[in-house]
């Protein structure tokens, strides 16, 4: 069985994950956050990494980036990023060494969850902008404040002259998610890791969020990473989409067809849970029953197998399935980690 996800040329890779493990060393055991995952991201995609809370996906990013501190720690799998002429392997470098430092904020980019525990509360906004300016781009300081304020009118930041010399607590939420993506874009990043860009955002807000990730994708030519729970994001701005079940991926797929013909139970449970309008006011709202394990000490069986409504005895209970392509169309690129796949074929 095939257990590799096969997506865009080879020449279009911007990064390929491929059996990425990061685990914890807690004194209750090892907690594998992350634990086998495989994906690619290429040239102006937009790939969406959904799942419940506890999944993984945060931990994914801040794998890619070399973030993740003690006890955590990358055991397995590789991260190659792409270049013309080379590939480097994050996972091989010195999480505090220069050449990642090269790496994050230059070619990736991230936009964290909370913007106001992410921004330093003692340094402007303009401050925040041009250290990374200075790092990467230029060392002239009248340089680097012509980039960040131009930035900053990039993100739709109005004044932002004025907004330069501004301190996070001086902006409301959704100028400092603006503020964060200016940060995360000021060094034209070949990819953008948005993780929960639209977290504790009003809708007109959120709306307006995603509206402005997808103008500067296009202009900036990048490939775009969505980190969410929330379908209503997956559906409007990504091309594929990657869904997250206790540090692996169960489903992989364009989203036309993840959302029309979805596989796995888990995804299947997750589309059933989305409000939707109804002529029936009293129609209770879908939901999983149960909820998501700590991932310590895992039994070796399918990992939604104590949640699943189709579990099959004898065979979900002793045995992991394996990522397999689901349906016999060439050149189909939807696949599936769940023996009701085997069964179907």
């Known amino acids: 069985m095939n257990s590799e996800i096969n997506t865009a040329d080879s020449q279009d890779i911007l990064l390929e994950v491929k059996g990425l493990k990061t685990h914890f060393l807690l004194s209750e055991g090892v907690l594998k956050a992350v634990d086998g995952v495989d994906f690619t991201i290429s040239k102006g995609e937009s790939l969406g990494l959904i799942g419940e809370s506890g999944s993984g996906k945060s931990v994914t990013a801040m794998s890619l980036l070399s973030l993740i501190s003690s006890p955590g720690e990358i055991v397995g799998g590789s991260i190659n990023l792409h270049y013309d002429d080379e590939k480097i392997d994050i996972t091989s470098l010195n999480p505090s060494g220069k050449d990642i430092r090269k790496i994050r904020g230059n070619d990736l980019a991230m936009i964290f969850q909370e913007p106001m525990t992410s921004l330093s509360p003692v340094h402007t906004i303009g401050a925040q902008l041009e ?93 775009v990473l969505y980190i969410t729970h929330d379908l209503g994001v997956i559906a409007e701005v990504c091309d594929n989409v990657a869904v997250m079940y206790l540090g692996k991926i169960v489903e992989y797929g364009a989203v036309r067809e993840i959302f029309k013909n979805p596989k796995h139970p888990y995804t299947i449970s997750l589309l059933k849970s989305r409000p939707r309008m109804t002529k029936r006011g009293t129609e209770r709202l879908a939901s999983i029953e149960g909820s998501i394990p700590i991932p310590i000490d895992l039994p ?23 990522m397999s392509q689901a349906g016999n169309k060439p050149g189909n690129n939807h696949w599936v980690r769940c023996f009701l796949n085997e069964k179907l074929d």
């Open 131 to 223: 250290e990374a300016i200075f790092l990467h781009r230029t060392k002239n300081k009248s340089e680097a404040r012509v980039i960040a304020i131009d930035m900053l009118r990039c993100a739709g930041i109005a004044n932002p002259e004025q907004r330069f010399n501004a301190y996070p607590h001086q902006l409301s939420g959704g100028m400092r998610q603006r503020a964060m993506i200016a940060i995360a874009l000021s060094c034209q990043p070949k990819i953008l890791i948005a993780d929960e860009p639209t977290t504790a955002l009003d809708v007109t807000i959120q709306a307006q969020i995603l509206d402005l990730i997808k103008d500067l994708q296009a202009q900036f030519n990048m490939a």
């Open 300 to 322: 070796f069986q399918c990992r939604f197998a104590d949640r699943c409504s189709e579990v099959m005895l004898g065979r979900c209970d002793i045995a992991e399935p394996e």
